[in-house]
């Protein structure tokens, strides 16, 4: 699917956020989100789209493979372009989207941080915008106007105390139900996949939004080959 939007990069940074996530949307991952989400007896809508960093620099440090945004049961899962245009990862890929597909599930307290994280990103550059409601030059500038005054209002109210062992406790439960969800091939796939990345000097965490790991990658592997042996 390709939908073509205006460059709002630079005009209306959130409207390319959303641009990004619908013009790259990607059918046959959002179809097994949703798969699992009815594999988890709830029902929602998910959207699964690719990104890049050139795209979409907000999140090459907050979202190295993989991150969801959004809350109960509705939100949206971008996916490195790396991993989901790659059909010899699928597998991987699989895993990947059942972990977050979790954690939107179950509402955990990560997917509030990654959207509170994101969304200050794109206030910090909005935020003039409010006082400019009056004199907005047009019907468009108005609406993006009053737009980012209801996100700023949204942010300003996001207050969250964030627990180590809470956030452990969520990731955990979000890989264990991945492989419920997935399988264990895939689960292992992906085990391996980060075997490979920390050989690289690559670790994946969620460290650039919580200020420490969210979980180590021993710890991931580990998790997985108990309920894979």
Same mark, same amino acid.
């Given at each position: 699917?390709?939908?073509?939007?205006?460059?709002?990069?630079?005009?209306?940074?959130?409207?390319?956020?959303?641009?990004?996530?619908?013009?790259?949307?990607?059918?046959?991952?959002?179809?097994?989100?949703?798969?699992?989400?009815?594999?988890?007896?709830?029902?929602?809508?998910?959207?699964?789209?690719?990104?890049?960093?050139?795209?979409?620099?907000?999140?090459?440090?907050?979202?190295?493979?993989?991150?969801?945004?959004? /809350? $109960?049961?509705?939100? @949206? %899962?971008?996916?490195? *372009?790396? +991993?989901?245009?790659?059909?010899?990862?699928?597998? #991987?890929?699989?895993?990947?989207?059942?972990?977050?597909?979790?954690?939107?599930?179950?509402?955990?307290?990560?997917?509030?941080?990654?959207?509170?994280?994101?969304?200050?990103?794109?206030?910090?550059?909005?935020?003039?915008?409010?006082?400019?409601?009056?004199?907005?030059?047009?019907?468009?500038?108005?609406?993006?106007?009053?737009?980012?005054?209801?996100?700023?209002?949204?942010?300003?109210?996001?207050?969250?105390?964030?627990?180590?062992?809470?956030?452990?406790?969520?990731?955990?439960?979000?890989?264990?139900?991945?492989?419920?969800? /997935? $399988?264990?091939?895939? @689960? %292992?796939?992906?085990? *391996?996949? +980060?075997?490979?990345?920390?050989?690289?000097?690559? #670790?994946?965490?969620?460290?650039?939004?919580?200020?420490?790991?969210?979980?180590?990658?021993?710890?991931?592997?580990?998790?997985?080959?108990?309920?894979?042996?």
């Amino acid at each position: 699917m390709s939908v073509k939007f205006m460059n709002s990069n630079s005009e209306y940074p959130f409207l390319h956020l959303l641009s990004i996530i619908v013009s790259n949307y990607n059918e046959h991952y959002t179809q097994k989100a949703e798969e699992f989400l009815n594999k988890m007896g709830l029902s929602g809508y998910i959207i699964v789209s690719g990104y890049s960093p050139d795209e979409l620099p907000e999140l090459k440090e907050i979202c190295s493979l993989a991150c969801s945004i959004g /809350a $109960g049961r509705f939100g @949206a %899962i971008l996916v490195n *372009k790396n +991993l989901l245009e790659n059909s010899a990862l699928r597998e #991987l890929t699989e895993f990947a989207i059942a972990h977050e597909v979790a954690h939107i599930a179950k509402s955990h307290i990560i997917v509030s941080l990654i959207t509170k994280r994101l969304f200050e990103t794109y206030y910090k550059r909005t935020k003039a915008r409010i006082e400019n409601i009056a004199k907005a030059r047009n019907l468009v500038d108005f609406v993006a106007n009053i737009f980012a005054a209801i996100i700023s209002a949204a942010i300003a109210g996001v207050l969250l105390n964030v627990d180590k062992e809470t956030i452990k406790t969520q990731e955990l439960e979000a890989d264990t139900i991945a492989i419920q969800l /997935a $399988g264990c091939k895939s @689960a %292992i796939a992906f085990a *391996k996949f +980060l075997e490979a990345l920390r050989s690289q000097g690559i #670790l994946v965490s969620h460290e650039a939004v919580l200020g420490f790991p969210a979980l180590t990658i021993d710890e991931r592997i580990k998790n997985i080959c108990r309920h894979c042996p």
